[in-house]
């Protein structure tokens, strides 16, 4: 609480990652209400190193004699050194790093290969009810991970129009714009805008959602609004899932800015790319985000706060029918991104009982539906709100300008992509079921 120590999640083994019913690792009672752990651990984030007094591993692990999976799971807290009376760090407890893991990114961070052997762990929370415990965290660290998505792409984005009004390379075609240089800057050309208008278009956006969830987030935990925390849970896995996917994305695409010069370690771009790649895989890969969504997270509470969504979205434009710098360029590309993302939730509906492959195969694309049409949301309230300051006579003219041009490439040019999603979502399991596994 004092931000002293850092901490740990102790979750994965080497057999077990995403189901972690095949745990291991063992807690054993002991008389005076604390537990003996042993196991293994792998993959642990920041699991060792000399930056705090202490490290308090949050660590899951099985009571011998409880449920056989996941509901045999309890949570502990086992520090480094085990905490004396006066709340100084004190004897080293049976936790120690058994390797460092070898990484594509992220080399800030020490991950690390846990070992327990007989390490005294202290329950938290009820016995066997581990998982609802660790979802605390997972939940909110879900949501730092989607901002690490958005984070990364904005660093590479910064750096790649940096270089785009530096590097200069070939003409305008419509013009020269840089008569006493050898060539015009590289920001000059269609594609390069393009490329930089995706990244633009996808960060801004992207902030508006982190924002507004952060906000829903205050409203559940500050007056208890459950209809924020509905709605925060359903959009959990879009925003670890979309913002991460396309994070990624939009690093690889600044990295395209720079041309071979990307490539080359020395500008750093590479390190973007290669950082913003683990978002997309821990605090639950993109693909169990994506089950998540659609297998548990859309029915949830009766279905009650997708319904809440898309009511959202319909009053929105409802109310701003009669906004006509709103309408066509907003409103118009927003309803239809709705509604194929009505479409899709039907199909599940319709299709995903009889046969749940018919849902699972179309769940990825799910995710990412519903992320364009949030980020398509964002993207009109935002037009509103800088139109509104322009007609007010706002001194800002041209950072509300850029929002609303910057908004209609998005409504234009990104969230089109959902009628694509609906299109694969509504071909169901065969295409992707059909090979028998022993013909890939
Ligand atoms: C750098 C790094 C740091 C990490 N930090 C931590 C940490 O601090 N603490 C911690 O506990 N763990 C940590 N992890 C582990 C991480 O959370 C897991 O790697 C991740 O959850 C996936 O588990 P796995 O690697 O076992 O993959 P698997 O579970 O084997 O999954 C492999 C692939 O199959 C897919 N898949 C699995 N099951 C299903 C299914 N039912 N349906 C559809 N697809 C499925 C997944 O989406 C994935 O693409 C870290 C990992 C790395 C690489």
Redesign the pocket.
Same mark, same amino acid.
């Given at each position: 609480v004092s931000c002293e120590w850092t901490g740990?999640?102790?979750?994965?083994e080497p057999h077990?990652? =995403?189901?972690l019913g095949l745990m291991r690792t063992k807690a054993v009672p002991q008389d005076d209400g604390s537990y003996k752990l042993s196991g293994q651990?792998i993959?642990?984030?920041a699991g060792e190193h000399e930056m705090s007094s202490n490290i308090i591993h949050l660590v899951l692990a099985k009571i011998p004699g409880g449920p056989d999976g996941i509901k045999g799971v309890s949570l502990f807290i086992v520090p480094k050194f085990i905490v004396n009376e006066d709340g100084t760090p004190g004897a080293r407890n049976g936790v120690s790093c058994g390797a460092l893991?070898e990484?594509m990114g992220?080399h800030g961070n020490s =991950?690390c290969v846990m070992n327990y052997d007989e390490a005294t762990g202290y329950l938290l929370g009820d016995e066997h009810k581990g998982m609802r415990a660790m979802f605390t965290m997972m939940n909110e660290a879900r949501i730092g991970v989607g901002m690490q998505g958005l984070t990364q792409a904005e660093a590479a984005y910064q750096n790649a129009v940096i270089y785009a009004k530096d590097r200069l390379q070939g003409r305008d075609v419509t013009g020269v714009k840089n008569p006493d240089g050898p060539a015009d800057p590289l920001i000059v050309h269609p594609d390069i805008r393009r490329n930089l208008m995706d990244q633009k278009s996808f960060i801004e956006g992207a902030r508006a959602f982190i924002m507004w969830s952060s906000v829903m987030i205050d409203q559940a935990h500050r007056s208890g609004d459950k209809d924020a925390d509905g709605l925060v849970s359903l959009l959990t896995p879009v925003i670890k899932g979309f913002l991460t996917d396309e994070g990624y994305d939009m690093t690889v695409q600044a990295q395209q800015v720079y041309g071979g010069h990307g490539y080359i370690e020395e500008w750093g771009m590479s390190q973007f790319t290669r950082d913003a790649r683990?978002a997309m895989?821990?605090?639950?890969?993109?693909?169990?985000q994506a089950?998540d969504l659609v297998g548990r997270k859309l029915a949830q509470d009766g279905g009650k706060h997708v319904m809440a969504f898309f009511d959202l979205v319909k009053n929105f434009i409802k109310e701003n029918a009669d906004n006509e710098a709103l309408a066509k360029d907003f409103l118009e590309p927003l309803k239809a991104a709705s509604k194929d993302l009505q479409a899709a939730g039907m199909y599940f509906m319709q299709n995903g009982m009889k046969n749940p492959n018919n849902a699972l195969s179309g769940s990825y694309d799910f995710m990412h539906l519903f992320g364009h049409v949030c980020l398509g949301l964002m993207w009109a309230q935002m037009a509103k709100a800088a139109q509104k300051a322009l007609d007010a006579g706002t001194e800002d003219k041209e950072f509300y300008e850029t929002k609303i041009t910057t908004g209609r490439f998005y409504m234009a040019r990104r969230l089109p992509a959902t009628a694509l999603h609906l299109a694969r979502i509504n071909t169901g399991a065969d295409t992707v079921m059909s090979l028998d596994a022993a013909n890939f």
């Open positions: 740990t999640m102790n979750l994965t077990c990652g =995403t189901d651990k993959f642990i984030s893991e990484k992220i =991950t683990i895989i821990y605090e639950g890969a993109n693909g169990v089950l």
